[in-house]
């Protein structure tokens, strides 16, 4: 069976910093994306960061420049490194994984169940 796992969350004060780590295991031909999504109750899921497998990397504009995504999609694995928090950073971040069960199958999508990031003023 295939699994996705955050950890890293928890709080922090503003100006502070938290790093995320996402992995995945479980029958799995190849990843074709790594992404870093936030959600803050009654609002939307929002994509923060993506990873693609040939190292291109992609950050919404509200985290440009203070977030950094990194990882090895060959090893199921992706990191957020997040700096200059602001109490708005505040959410639930989940990670998604693209993949492949085939070489030349369809993609698929697994989410995480998420970790909590609490950013204080």
């Known amino acids: 069976q295939v699994q996705l796992v955050e950890s890293g969350g928890g709080l922090v004060q503003a100006g502070g910093s938290l790093r995320l780590s996402c992995t995945t295991s479980g029958s799995i031909y190849s990843v074709d994306a790594m992404r870093w999504y936030r959600q803050v109750p009654g609002n939307q899921r929002e994509r923060v960061a993506t990873?693609?497998?040939?190292?291109?990397?992609d950050y919404a504009n509200d985290v440009k420049g203070r977030f950094t995504v990194s990882g090895d999609t060959a090893k199921y694995m992706a990191y957020l490194q997040m700096n200059s928090l602001k109490p708005e950073d505040t959410a639930v971040y989940y990670c998604?994984?693209?993949?492949?069960?085939?070489?030349?199958?369809?993609?698929?999508?697994?989410w995480g169940r998420g970790t909590q990031v609490t950013v204080s003023s």
């Open positions: 990873l693609t497998r040939s190292g291109n990397t």
């Open positions: 998604h994984v693209e993949f492949y069960k085939s070489y030349d199958g369809e993609t698929f999508g697994l």
